[in-house]
């Protein structure tokens, strides 16, 4: 425990063994394709996939009327899995086929013929609020709640808003007329794309007896319940396996494609697989959601923070999606940030667009909203003329401070990570070189409330052991971290744990990998199993060393061996032990483990308060940046990441590091470099000549500080999921920095060089006409 274990399948993934879905092949396959709409809004007259059917070496071609008449969705049932009398997305399914090879399946997608009628449509959120804007679901309405996530849709039945959150504390209108100064900005934050190494893919073979499906999403017991409730089967009758994941930061936990490629198997006889191209990766998912966030904050002369109004807006594409959960904990409980303000409003928009829905996302959505309120906070304390730290560490949360939604916080340590920060960055000394400047932000991140996982822990013959999770092993460590813990309790060696995951025939369940919350659940899980396990274990043993007068709490395990406390020289073996379950007592040493994590949606609809805690879990992170910017082409280098991490405990300090490594990454593409550029619902930049990530040429150095100082209370071993904390924060931090190295203040991202010699030729234009002030430029940028 707390040792920095590199990743027990690291070998086998750079060697090449492993096993990803993009590699599965099995005899007889099929491969699918799948046709979709050119089309933003349209409806649809008809299909004629006649000819496609007449080709050779086509084995099925489905439409929405070879499949069930059943609306599905991530938290509303608001989409078909094959389009349905309209399309509302370029890119929207509409049908599917299957064939001996990939050529001749792309040959038969374009023997298809639809006939659209096309209809007026709503591309950015100021024309879907609009009164008269066309509607994206005239039946919103009617719609269901999906049983996938949760029920905390409000949709407003003849517009295009699919939910509204709102948090009400205290009394904001009260509170403003006191308040003693007061300011208002507008931010808006851009798509940007997962950009996971490996595309989806999946490999469908349904017979009369089984369905069996090989994805590399995110969560088979979902793609499970979700495929037995479209096709009305027993969940006995499905059993859905992990391959190996090249990555997935939230973009493969909603089920695009299983259900498709099961229709295909079914319609074919043969196992199907479809793979996405990288193109069909940025048409079919909408990566992060865009946001438009307005901020106005009130206060006295000494900064203290009275009240916070707050309006936040979200594109949802086509599709409600996870985009329910991101406008719930990020646009409302979280928007706040980690902040003490007595009077909060804040109304949470989730609109309608005909666009492709963005999903879950690595930060699910704190980085938008840290974006303007950590920028805001760095004008106000300018205005106020007060250290950007000292201004923070006034209005910042405390241990037992309440939270938006009333909430007692624990194990808070925001304030510990800033000054940590402030330290490490020197934040005392800025850069005396010109057209240099540092950066700060703090912000909190939530775990997934109201989630469960299920965890057994086998003992075998010799003394090893067999840990099965449902959770997924996407990239981020749960393996290591989880053999670690069984490891840890059953005081046996790593290499003495095996981890299975992910296989709903042989694990038990667990809700999936996202929202930072394995290591907290599953982890807790594991723990639980081996601790199971090891009373069988030590049960058995004392028998064994009953004639030394030994009880089972009179017993440890270390080393692989049984030992009696205070007599080293009296022990056993841990694999006689084992042995004996099997051979004495007849019974195999199997023990069990469940865990589910605090916070429930139990939010009042009016008022946001709830007598619960919203999350199971909140970290806390302080992030710093050192910019230069080039005055000459905008260009912002960033010369250094430093940042504090609150992680309760590392239980593995290598991969939590790796974590926040990654994590920065992801920030700084969306700061500087990435955009989904969107043209009348069409992508433009669909692929990695046009859509630009940061590489390691553009990594800077980073300096990560890991704070164990607040251990969890129900963590194991006190640890926080951490995989999410880098990315919140960073660019707030980036921008405040390029403000203080160039005096321009920008309010959309990203901070491109040409955005940013935008601002500074009108920068200069302002001081021209003030006679050559030298005030910085915080004029009507968006």
């Known amino acids: 425990m707390g040792k920095p274990f590199p990743m027990v399948d ?14 599965m092949s099995v005899p007889g396959m099929l491969h699918g394709k799948i046709l979709r709409s050119p089309y933003a809004h349209a409806r649809i007259i008809r299909v004629d996939a006649s000819e496609a059917k007449r080709m050779p070496n086509v084995y099925a071609v489905i439409t929405a009327d070879d499949l069930p008449a059943k609306r599905v969705g991530g938290a509303l049932r608001d989409e078909w899995v094959l389009a349905r009398d309209k399309v509302r997305f370029i890119g929207e399914p509409v049908a599917a086929v299957a064939a001996g090879d990939e050529p001749t399946a792309e040959a038969a997608l374009r023997a298809i013929r639809v006939e659209y009628e096309e ?19 005239e039946e919103l309405g009617s719609y269901e709640p999906s049983p996938y996530i949760f029920r905390f849709m409000r949709p407003t039945a003849g517009t295009n808003i699919a939910t509204h959150i709102k948090i009400r504390k205290g009394d904001t209108e009260k509170a403003l007329l006191e308040a003693e100064w007061a300011y208002e900005d507008t931010f808006y934050y851009p798509r940007a794309h997962h950009c996971y190494m490996e595309p989806h893919a999946v490999l469908a073979h349904a017979t009369e007896d089984k369905v069996l499906l090989w994805t590399n999403g995110q969560g088979t017991f979902e793609v499970r319940a979700h495929v037995a409730d479209f096709f009305d089967l027993p969940q006995q009758k499905i059993r859905v396996m992990n391959t190996g994941i090249g990555g997935g930061f939230g973009g493969k936990i909603t089920p695009k ?7 295909l198997s079914r319609c074919s006889g043969r196992p199907v697989k479809i793979t996405f191209t990288r193109q069909e990766e940025f048409a079919a998912i909408g990566g992060q959601h865009a946001a438009r966030v307005k901020i106005k904050s009130a206060g006295r002369r000494d900064g203290t923070i009275v009240a916070r109004v707050m309006e936040v807006t979200w594109d949802a594409g086509a599709a409600a999606d996870r985009g329910v959960s991101v406008a719930l904990l990020s646009g409302a409980v979280g928007a706040s940030g980690p902040y003490q303000i007595p009077n909060l409003k804040v109304d949470s928009y989730l609109v309608y667009t005909n666009s492709v829905n963005p999903c879950a996302f690595r930060g699910m959505g704190m980085q938008q909203v ?7 906070m760095d004008i106000i304390a300018e205005r106020l003329g007060m250290d950007a730290v000292a201004f923070r560490m006034k209005n910042a949360i405390e241990e ?4 938006a939604t009333g909430e007692v916080l624990r194990s808070v340590n925001v304030k510990e990570c800033l000054a940590k920060l402030a330290e490490a960055i020197e934040w005392d000394k800025q850069p005396q070189e010109p057209n240099r400047g540092k950066g700060i932000a703090i912000w909190h991140k939530f775990s997934a409330p109201a989630s469960s996982s299920a965890a057994v822990a086998k003992m075998n013959g010799d003394g090893t052991v067999t840990v099965l999770t449902g959770a997924s092993e996407i990239g981020q460590g749960s393996t290591t971290v989880l053999a670690q813990i069984a490891g840890e309790e059953l005081g046996v060696r790593l290499e003495d744990v095996t981890v ?3 296989d709903t025939e042989v694990t038990p369940f667990d809700h999936g990998t996202y929202s930072s919350r394995v290591t907290h659940h599953a982890g807790n899980a594991v723990r639980l199993a081996a601790i199971d396990a090891r009373e069988q274990l030590l049960n058995i043993a004392a028998e064994l060393l009953a004639q030394h007068g030994a009880a089972a709490d009179q017993l440890e395990i270390r080393d692989r061996r049984v030992c009696l406390k205070g007599k080293p020289g009296v022990s056993l073996p841990l694999a006689e032990v084992t042995l004996a379950s099997q051979s004495r007592v007849g019974l195999p040493v199997i023990g069990r483990g469940g865990f589910r994590g605090a916070g429930r ?4 609809p009016e008022t946001g308060q709830s007598d619960v805690p919203a999350a199971s879990e909140w970290i806390y992170v302080a992030q710093g940046a050192e910019v230069e910017v080039d005055p000459e082409t905008g260009k912002v280098k960033v010369l250094r990441l430093v940042g504090a991490y609150d992680c309760g405990k590392a239980i593995n300090p290598l991969l939590v590091h790796g974590q926040i490594e990654g994590s920065l990454m992801m920030g700084l593409g969306s700061t500087l470099y990435e ?5 009348n619902g069409q992508v433009m930049n669909p692929s990695f000549m046009d859509y630009l990530i940061p590489t390691v040429l553009e990594s800077p150095p980073m300096e990560v500080f890991v704070l164990e100082g607040k251990p969890h209370e129900l963590g194991p071993y006190g640890a926080k999921g951490i995989g999410e904390a880098g990315i919140v924060a960073v660019a707030a931090a980036v921008g405040n920095a390029l403000y203080r190295a160039a005096g321009v203040r920008i309010k959309e991202l990203p901070l491109t060089g040409n955005r940013v010699l935008e601002a500074l030729e009108e920068q200069r234009q302002f001081q021209l006409q003030q006679g050559g002030s030298r005030e910085k430029f915080e004029g009507p940028r968006i």
């Open 10 to 23: 690291g070998v086998e993934k750079v060697t090449g063994r492993k096993v990803f879905g993009t590699d």
């Open 500 to 502: 299975v995951s992910a």
């Open 675 to 679: 955009k989904v550029e969107l043209d």
């Open 400 to 403: 037992h401070s309440r939270s």
């Open 257 to 263: 494609l299983e259900p498709i490629a099961m229709a």
């Open 601 to 604: 949606y139990q939010l009042d």
């Open 119 to 137: 209809l007026p449509a709503v591309f950015s959120i100021e024309e879907s609020l609009k009164p008269d804007a066309p509607l994206v679901h």
């Open 370 to 376: 840290c974006w303007a309120v950590e920028s805001q």
